[in-house]
């Protein structure tokens, strides 16, 4: 029997989870929720229903795991406490500095309700986590590097479009490839802000704007610019939309370690990700560890879960003896 | 208190362990167990004796790991099931066509026990496998490609000092960069084993050795490099001394698939090491390994395991509320 998987949430990620069900022959597509009016969502699956956020509860026993699909700000800190009452569920919890207070929240109401509820599920946090702890875990004497892109910010994009006079904007995070390569090396380079990451904007100005004042204003905003190389292109909307429609994204993750009686020889652990779609592939993931999360409550286990503690086997379809006839 | 190791074989994979313990703080090696003359052993760690194989039973109340360093064809399918009776132990068993074999000998010796025995691990088996499994229960529709090298493969070296006229010799395996750049295009190629790597050697012939027949029989030897574009320099022993004593090695897995509903988005994982010594790559992910199979049986878990059946925090020596914080 299928692993019944419901939706809450159709925006791009919810819509990724719903192509990567079709991929997994072992889960099935039952419901997907929403806070809209469910008769304006349409959805691909055929024969799958929409509901109202508000029936959500009442289907607890038709689902075995609910993928919160809502944004890390405002949604998630509620939902996914909310609904580890009822349901195993995942998250892509992204905020960083509040996994912790994020984590206890959901802990307490996953364990109290005999439920499984995996957070910060995707790539990073998620697979770039993973691989900062395996090579942190081998190469005790090293250091870490995160480099991001080339790829779409979707903060980075909402900050160009408030600026007065712009139109439409989006913004391409670019590592810089001399700060890669010394990186690589093993040289283990000090490296800023500025030397790390390059933003590129492909920016629609409003009719009569002044371009030198945006293009300023952009480039000076703290947080966002500032600390970092930036450039301003300004496009046509025609352009904007033929040529910068996706949202692909990816990075680096880097560890360069020594080992040795007297740290003599040098090792460098490198994982990267070139994603058409950054959606789709934060939905891929997610979607494996919806897997995980079902086997692990069926065996008995509650409470909150991160990629740290799943045990790698519970991700995928195969049986343990395949695994292990075929990928170890 | 510290985790206490006993170290079975004392070849480059044992003394990479000690150097690894070395580095870990919560680990400390208690013996060295060797089949030579435990006074003709030299160990780097001081105040640790080194004892003869006979008498590692005995210790077995004194240590918490028993990490096994012997070979696979002959050492460790007889040493694993037998000291997992009386230790948790890990091994890098490397014959991936018997691991199934192996595991079903080890894991009923190691659950009758009451002990936790690791196998495979390393990085071929082990941190590729891992790769292998989690990019493949991410991105199910796609295709594995794993590249070996560049590093030096002691099967095929010692291939090549079997051949008549032939005084010493070192093989380097060498991945096909437009291979490479070919997979990470997400072209999907289909590769014969030809073009996804070259094998180049250095060879010291004998003096008076008939240079054109060794540089044939290399060429043409079966399973070794019949089938590989395969490149013989003769050197001088000096010059191999200088330049070829180093065991360095590494790889790429990397997996191309597709998401979306109709496969319209494509994808790139890739895993890469570059290691300047294999077998202290290999002892530092063994250690890791060591640290989870402690905690594993401590915990009540029994039996044997792979990299498949560990949950990643298991690894670290951090707190679970650490490695949230910092490392996700």
Redesign the interface.
């Known amino acids: 029997m299928a692993i019944r998987i419901g939706i809450l949430g159709y925006g791009n990620l919810g819509k ?1 989870i ?3 069900i ?3 022959s072992d889960m099935e597509l039952v419901a997907v929720f929403t806070r809209r009016a469910p008769e304006s969502v349409k959805i ?1 699956t055929p024969g799958v229903s929409v509901y109202s956020v508000d029936e959500a509860v009442s289907k607890k026993d038709e689902i075995d795991v609910l993928i919160l699909c809502g944004g890390s700000a405002t949604d998630l800190p509620v939902q996914t406490p909310e609904y580890a009452k009822y349901f195993n569920v995942v998250d892509s919890f992204d905020t ?1 500095a509040k ?2 207070e994020h ?1 206890a929240n959901v802990d307490e109401s996953a364990k109290a309700n005999g439920k499984v509820a995996m957070i ?1 599920v995707g790539w990073d ?1 998620g ?1 770039f ?6 090579a ?6 090293g250091k870490d590097y995160t480099f991001w892109g080339k790829g779409v910010s979707q903060g980075h994009s909402d900050a160009i479009r408030r600026v007065e006079g712009v139109k439409d904007g989006k913004q391409y995070t670019i590592p810089v490839d001399s700060a890669l390569e010394a990186v ?1 090396s093993g040289s283990n380079p000090e490296l800023t802000t500025r030397q790390k990451h390059i933003r590129e904007c492909f920016v629609v100005a409003e009719e009569g704007a002044d371009l030198a004042k945006i293009e300023q204003e952009i480039k000076s905003m703290p947080n966002y610019f500032a600390d970092y190389d930036t450039i301003v292109n300004f496009i046509s909307e025609e352009d904007l939309k033929a040529n910068h429609s996706g949202i692909p994204h990816g990075g680096f993750v880097i560890r360069s370690g020594q ?3 007297d740290g003599e ?13 950054n959606p ?2 934060t ?3 997610i979607v ?1 560890y919806a ?1 995980a999360a079902y086997r692990m409550q069926k065996e008995g286990q509650t409470g909150c879960k ?8 519970y ?3 195969c049986s ?2 395949d ?3 075929h ?2």
């Not at 986590?129 to 395996?134: E, F, G, H, P």
């Open positions: 990724g719903e192509c990567a079709k991929q997994n691909l960083h996994i912790p984590f910060s946090p697979m986590s993973l691989n900062r702890l395996y942190n875990a081998i190469l005790p004497d690589r080992t040795g009686w020889h040098k090792h460098i652990v490198e994982y990267s990700l070139k994603l058409d779609s789709e592939f939905a891929s993931v494996a897997r991160t990629v740290f503690d799943v045990a790698p086997a991700l995928s379809p343990a003896e695994l292990r006839a990928l170890l």
